[in-house]
């Protein structure tokens, strides 16, 4: 089962869209496996980004996610990496589709409400900068069967 991560950015959490972005990724069968409200160094976030050093918006990037508390998420489902950036949206908020969260709650380039992680590689490299493994429950999803058909030996 793939695994991504989700940041829930500091506008998010300041307009008091927690509960809803966390509600919509439940509600489409994503199961949380790690879930904690920090405030994420500089250092670290500047790690995290590492891919945008250099270009204009880096600067302004660091310092809004730095500067307020953020809420991390590991999640899971099949192909949550793809399905998680196609429920955010385009990263511009005026870009991004009518139903996508960005479509729906961001008109900013800057401000727009979530990061999830690009592909396999940055999900676990941005899986292992934020979380410690004992603070990941891999439980049994007891849902499973009835979120995905499993009748044929595989999630369908
Ligand atoms: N960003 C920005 N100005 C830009 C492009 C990006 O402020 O011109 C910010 C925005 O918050 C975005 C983040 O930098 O989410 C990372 O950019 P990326 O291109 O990786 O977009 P994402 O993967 O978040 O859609
Ligand atoms: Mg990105």
Redesign the pocket.
Known sequence: MERTLLIIKPDAIQRRYVGRIVTRFEEKGFQIVALKLTQIPEKVIRRH?SA?EGKP?FE??VR?MSAQPVVLMVVRAKGAIAVARKM?GA?FGANAEPGTLRGDFAIS??F?LI??S?SPEAAEKEIALFFKPEEIHEVADAQEGIVYDLSAGERI
Request: aromatic content about 22%; hydrophobic content about 20%.
């Open positions: 980004y945008h918006f302004p990037l809004y955010m990263t380039n800057r727009n990061h999830g690009d």
